[in-house]
């Protein structure tokens, strides 16, 4: 399924608006901002995005925080959208959210509705269609050109879709199919059809079906639209795939190529895993290797992304924070002949700086390290997977089944790893995220027992509560990795002075004295870090129990 490309519309006329209304800056910093803006978008027009995002981010930092919100909002808006179109969708979240306070100061309904689209979009990509639902909500509240109110409504069904609400779907779908203002965008308009078509699939409504996908895909080739025509190729496939099994595939063998001509990773693969289900086992078997290598490629390719993007702000931070410290340096120079208060003041301002480098350095080192973690867990489980394919007669059914298994097993633990490392919400959704966090360790062959009557979080400040998540996590990634545990019981209250957290279950234990290693190890420094006590309570073969106090 192809998402709308929503910066286009959303963006037309904005860069005309940037240059008669540039930052409140003297001449030479104008001429500066200019120059960058034509640079960040000649780099985005080209796909170079590394150099995109430097410009932007230069862009930025051109701009004073005071004064020239207006001017900030824009290259922020892009900054996110770089980010989310090379995957690293919790980084774009954080640049959209840090970009809503300016828009504040500053209302332009049009950045706006662009902003609420796009965590919209995140939203539905993280699986939260509800949360997506309520940004849509917003953004079309806000929004009055016609055509972006069609294309609203469209991402609005397309959220219906994704949680297979296939009803609701056509009911929006079909109030757009004869719209007069799509039919004179045909990429729109191509959309909206196709969607239909494959919500009438889901619906087994094959003629209807049918006739919706055709269409779409005849004004795709007209219009030589190739990112859309993938998407048509993909669900006529699915549209063939038990009446004619022979032009299924040759259909998803045009999506994979069309995909790969427009390179459009995410495409690729889910024609190439059409092509792994239902092609013979020789064909299927060479498909999966391309899947493998595709999909460790794009974890490549996204963790450099993220890296790059990371590494580009933090330069940035330093050679300003390196401007700032040398004017600094000259300004309480002078004050400091003046009287010896001033010095004093510049003294306690080198320090503050100074400590903000070593945070940002930390920040920095911590993002470089779960780039390294991401590599290294999914090292083994694709050169199983490998060493399986080569291995294994895939004429067996079981064999598919099991390589397909992998396959889904290598794309949920990346999403694992990132969910494990994203933001804490310390707000009034902490409670409910929090539960849903330690939910995710409960299966059927594991039971979790919760006793948090008295635990009361809005006593706990924001920082303890981004502690007890991640103790309790890592106590429970710990359970899920090695205990073998089939109960675990959890207890959580606080008194007026102290946090307790007890923790006991019913796994395979251990005498090793090296056990505090890797998380259990993570989970004492976190303790000690906020003069918290612990003890470890644990023997082979009768589980494992700990008693966690923290003062308040």
């Known amino acids: 399924m192809i998402l709308r490309n929503v910066h286009s519309p959303f963006f037309i006329g904005f860069i005309v608006l940037l240059f008669f209304t540039s930052c409140s800056k003297n001449t030479k910093e104008t001429i500066s901002y200019k120059t960058s803006i034509a640079k960040a978008e000649s780099f985005l027009e080209s796909q170079t995005y590394d150099s995109a995002f430097y410009y932007y981010n230069t862009i930025k930092n051109l701009c004073n925080e005071n004064n020239d919100t207006k001017n900030i909002i824009y290259p922020m808006l892009r900054m996110g959208e770089i980010q989310s179109v090379q995957g690293d969708l919790q980084s774009s979240e954080e640049t959209f959210t840090e970009a809503l306070p300016y828009l504040k100061k500053n209302p332009q309904n049009d950045y706006l509705a662009f902003l609420y689209n796009s965590l919209a979009m995140i939203y539905l990509e993280q699986h939260n269609p509800n949360e997506a639902f309520n940004y849509y909500q917003k953004s079309w509240s806000i929004t009055t050109d016609s055509l972006k109110r069609c294309i609203l409504k469209n991402n609005i069904a397309y959220n219906y879709m994704k949680q297979k609400n296939y009803s609701k779907a056509i009911t929006l779908l079909k109030s757009l199919k004869n719209s007069d203002t799509l039919k004179n965008h045909d990429t729109d308009w191509a959309r909206v059809l196709d969607n239909l078509g494959f919500s009438y699939l889901n619906k087994n409504n094959y003629t209807s079906s049918k006739e919706y996908l055709e269409q779409a895909k005849k004004i795709r080739e007209k219009a030589k639209d190739s990112?859309?025509?993938?998407?048509?190729?993909?669900?006529?496939?699915?549209?063939?795939?038990?009446?004619n099994p022979i032009l299924a595939n040759q259909h998803a063998l045009y999506a994979l190529k069309t995909a790969t001509k427009v390179k459009n990773t995410n495409d690729r693969l889910e024609a190439l895993s059409f092509l792994i289900q239902h092609e013979n086992a020789t064909l299927s078997k060479k498909y999966a290797v391309l899947y493998l290598k595709l999909n460790d490629s794009i974890t490549g390719v996204q963790q450099k992304a993220k890296n790059q993007f990371a590494k580009i702000k933090y330069d940035s931070k330093q050679a300003l924070l390196e401007a700032q410290q040398q004017k600094a340096m000259k300004e309480y120079f002078i004050l400091g002949l003046i009287c010896f208060v001033s010095f004093s003041i510049y003294i306690y301002y080198r320090i503050k700086k100074r400590n903000l480098k070593k945070l940002q350095e930390t920040t920095y080192t911590t993002e470089i390290r779960i780039a390294k973690k991401l590599h290294d867990e999914l090292a083994n489980d694709v050169h199983n997977t490998i060493t399986f394919i080569d291995t294994q007669d895939f004429q067996k059914p079981e064999n598919k089944e099991h390589l397909l298994h992998n396959l889904d097993t290598i794309y949920h633990r990346t999403r694992n790893i990132s969910n494990e490392n994203s933001t804490i919400d310390t707000g009034k959704n902490y409670f409910e995220n929090f539960k849903s966090m330690v939910g995710l360790y409960q299966n059927s062959q594991r039971n979790i027992l919760l006793q948090f009557e008295n635990f009361y979080v809005e006593k706990i400040n924001p920082e303890l509560k981004i502690i007890v998540y991640r103790v309790v996590q890592e106590l429970l990634v710990?359970?899920?990795?090695?205990?073998?545990?089939?109960?675990?019981?959890?207890?959580?209250?606080?008194?007026?002075?102290?946090?307790y957290i007890t923790y006991s279950d019913n796994g395979v234990g251990t005498q090793n004295k090296n056990f505090k290693k890797n998380g259990i190890q993570n989970v004492e420094n976190r303790i000690f870090s906020v003069n918290g006590t612990l003890t470890f309570d644990t023997h082979k073969g009768k589980g494992f129990k700990t008693h966690i106090s923290i003062p308040l």
Not at 228 to 243: D, M, P, Q, R, V
Not at 479 to 490: D, E
């Open 478 to 499: 710990n359970m899920n990795k090695h205990s073998q545990a089939t109960l675990v019981v959890l207890k959580i209250e606080n008194t007026k002075k102290t946090l």
């Open 227 to 243: 990112l859309g025509l993938t998407a048509s190729f993909i669900h006529l496939a699915e549209w063939y795939k038990n009446s």
